[in-house]
């Protein structure tokens, strides 16, 4: 038959020790992880996948796979909308030289994926510009100094 003492000490155990508990979890990287197996392996533990782990030969690929894999460049940097941010904001004088030569002179009032909007001064109109049409652009203030 069932002890009466140790049902009330295993829910007592219950209710106390495991509401208690934080799982906590290591932060291993693949390189690290490699090496925890290879110090296994020296001590004649089996590996993971089943094989003899005093493979030195494999362990040491599987090292060289993981250290040689880098992080992807972000897909998007974001430099291009923050030029045009601080340009728009500072209402700065822009010079934009399109790739058939011709240059436009104004002050950059928005942009999206494709184009930019150049408000120009003096009576002319402002401009639409596609930006694969644009050569390149610079402050109309840094050619006054080269000149």
């Not at 003492?5 to 495991?18: C, H, N, P, T």
């Not at 993971?48 to 030969?57: D, M, T, V």
């Amino acid at each position: 038959m069932k002890d009466p003492i140790d049902s009330a000490a295993v829910g007592r155990a219950l209710e106390e020790g495991f509401s208690n508990r934080k799982l906590i979890r290591p932060s291993l990287s693949r390189a690290e992880h490699v090496l925890e197996r290879r110090e296994r392996a020296g001590n004649g533990e089996r590996a993971g996948n089943g094989e003899r782990a005093g493979n030195g030969e494999r362990a040491s690929s599987i090292e060289r796979a993981s250290n040689s894999k880098k992080a992807p460049p972000p897909e998007q940097t974001h430099a291009e909308n923050f030029y045009y941010q601080k340009q728009m904001q500072a209402k700065t004088s822009m010079v934009v030289v399109l790739r058939d030569g011709e240059t436009m002179q104004g002050v950059i009032e928005w942009y999206d994926k494709h184009c930019i909007k150049i408000n120009r001064s003096g009576g002319q109109p402002n401009v639409l510009i596609y930006k694969p049409s644009i050569k390149y652009m610079f402050k109309q203030s840094e050619d006054n100094q080269k000149g």
